[in-house]
């Protein structure tokens, strides 16, 4: 399983990358296998204002769906569009082309509350 030191994480198995003053959000390599096949993605809306924790989506696989939680509160300021002709994105590139969102998050508070990747390991070994 891939965990990615520089990127932080939720319980709920998101992944979070700062860049600049916005934070690139997608599901983890963990998550995207126990998942199974990724056959559909449901975005979060751009410019829709989130709470840490709130449903933002949703992915569909061939075993479950499964709820998409966004790790930080904000805006949603762009989704991966991408995934709607190509969800399988998820399965094959979880932090990379599988992004799912970009929020502008509305306090750097959040961010600190996110698990670093030796914390996530702890949390996925367990």
Known sequence: ME????LRY????????MD????????????????GDV???QLPEPG???EAGEVIGEVESTKSVSEIYAPVSGTIRSVN?????????????PYGRGWICVIEPASSGDWDGLLD???????TAG
């Open 20 to 35: 600049g003053a916005e934070i690139r959000v997608g599901i983890t390599d963990y998550a995207q296998d126990a998942l």
């Open 3 to 6: 965990v990615p030191a520089a």
């Open 10 to 17: 939720s319980s709920d198995h998101e992944w979070a990358a």
């Open 81 to 93: 569009t991408e995934l709607s002709d190509a969800p399988e994105e998820l399965n094959q590139d």
């Open 117 to 123: 990747a030796t914390a996530y390991q702890a949390l």
């Open 48 to 50: 829709r204002k989130v």
């Open 39 to 41: 056959v559909y993605v």
